[in-house]
């Protein structure tokens, strides 16, 4: 049995004429009775009955006839939902994103005009640090991700340039030291004092580049405690466990018991980049990249 019996059966049964059948589907008269007459032998009864005024179902046919009417029409609907797929409005997609990259700026406002674009596209949204994410990436883990490029990709990837932050100072509201807030810090004047920084293990580049700006600003940082993330280090900045230099994005939700500075003597520049694997296959990804690239071009003045 093949597809083409159950269309032709069923265009039979509504025009209940072979000839009508014929007209409509552009096939001779001849080949939609063979068609007809092989499907019932497959099935091993009559779907319809035949007199000198025409066809008309038996009651077999008129059973089966429902039936084939839910198959096509689950056919078609699969059709459908696969083009929207192929065309990446449909499908799903499974993007990586360092955590304070989505407060602000590029990345929620691509997110938001992405599932306004594209609502049939589950977009999976997985927190992790910049390495992870291009770990996850070549691993066919995550089809995507938000990073803070700092080093040259792997082979095969491709990256989108988003907008590029800087490093801010932390400091506790407890220290209750006296600094014009509109005004860049001198880090040196903080020489001693302890602070809070990532372990190297997190981003080897990222801290490798900091710790060697500080040195050249006059300062070595009292690290007295890690963490892995942004936001750990500053529950332990607002507790007045030490200082902590983070990155500028935190400025978009500060917390109450810290207060941000600019830098005078020190800047690690932080480009925020899209990344994805260049033969990734998923279309969704790839109506995603559009979208992201119209969002950069409307923010542009």
Same mark, same amino acid.
């Given at each position: 049995?093949? %597809?083409?019996?159950?269309?032709?059966? &069923? $265009?039979? +049964?509504? #025009? !209940?004429?072979?000839?009508?059948?014929?007209?409509? /589907?552009?096939?001779?008269?001849?080949?939609?009775?063979?068609?007809?007459?092989?499907?019932?032998?497959?099935?091993?009864?009559?779907?319809?009955?035949?007199?000198?005024?025409?066809?008309?179902?038996?009651?077999?046919?008129?059973?089966?006839?429902?039936?084939?009417?839910?198959?096509?029409?689950?056919?078609?609907?699969?059709?459908?939902?696969?083009?929207?797929?192929?065309?990446?409005?449909?499908?799903?997609?499974?993007?990586?994103?360092?955590?304070?990259?989505?407060?602000?700026?590029?990345?929620?406002?691509?997110?938001?005009?992405?599932?306004?674009?594209?609502?049939?596209?589950?977009?999976?949204?997985?927190? %992790?640090?910049?390495?992870?994410?291009? &770990? $996850?990436? +070549?691993? #066919? !883990?995550?089809?995507?991700?938000?990073?803070?490029? /700092?080093?040259?990709?792997?082979?095969?990837?491709a990256s989108l340039p988003l907008r590029q932050q800087d490093v801010v100072?932390?400091?506790?509201?407890?220290?209750?030291?006296?600094?014009?807030?509109?005004?860049?810090?001198?880090?040196?004047?903080?020489?001693?004092?302890?602070?809070?920084?990532?372990?190297?293990?997190?981003?080897?580049?990222?801290?490798?580049?900091?710790?060697?700006?500080?040195?050249?600003?006059?300062?070595?940082?009292?690290?007295?405690?890690?963490?892995?993330?942004?936001?750990?280090?500053?529950?332990?900045?607002?507790?007045?466990?030490?200082?902590?230099?983070?990155?500028?994005?935190?400025?978009?939700?500060?917390?109450?018991?810290?207060?941000?500075?600019?830098?005078?003597?020190?800047?690690?520049?932080?480009?925020?980049?899209?990344?994805?694997?260049?033969?990734?296959?998923?279309?969704?990804?790839?109506?995603?990249?559009?979208?992201?690239?119209?969002?950069?071009?409307?923010?542009?003045?």
């Amino acid at each position: 049995m093949e %597809l083409r019996h159950l269309r032709y059966f &069923a $265009a039979v +049964a509504e #025009h !209940a004429s072979i000839r009508a059948a014929s007209e409509t /589907l552009h096939i001779s008269q001849p080949a939609i009775t063979r068609q007809i007459q092989d499907l019932e032998g497959e099935l091993g009864f009559a779907l319809f009955a035949r007199s000198p005024r025409g066809l008309r179902l038996t009651p077999a046919g008129d059973s089966y006839l429902r039936d084939v009417h839910a198959i096509l029409a689950a056919l078609d609907a699969a059709g459908q939902r696969a083009r929207r797929v192929a065309g990446g409005a449909a499908g799903q997609l499974r993007l990586g994103y360092v955590e304070n990259t989505g407060w602000d700026g590029p990345v929620p406002q691509a997110l938001q005009r992405f599932q306004a674009e594209a609502p049939e596209v589950a977009v999976e949204l997985s927190a %992790l640090n910049s390495p992870e994410q291009l &770990a $996850a990436i +070549a691993r #066919h !883990a995550l089809d995507g991700g938000f990073i803070y490029q /700092l080093e040259p990709l792997p082979d095969g990837f491709a990256s989108l340039p988003l907008r590029q932050q800087d490093v801010v100072l932390a400091l506790p509201r407890a220290w209750r030291i006296e600094h014009d807030e509109t005004q860049p810090f001198d880090l040196r004047a903080l020489a001693g004092r302890p602070f809070i920084a990532f372990p190297r293990a997190v981003y080897p580049e990222y801290h490798d580049r900091l710790f060697s700006a500080c040195l050249q600003a006059g300062v070595r940082l009292n690290v007295v405690q890690e963490q892995p993330t942004e936001a750990a280090m500053l529950a332990l900045v607002c507790a007045g466990v030490g200082a902590a230099i983070v990155n500028a994005a935190n400025l978009a939700r500060p917390p109450a018991q810290a207060r941000f500075y600019r830098l005078r003597n020190l800047s690690v520049p932080l480009p925020l980049c899209f990344v994805w694997r260049r033969e990734a296959g998923n279309p969704a990804l790839a109506r995603f990249v559009d979208s992201l690239r119209q969002t950069i071009d409307s923010a542009r003045p």
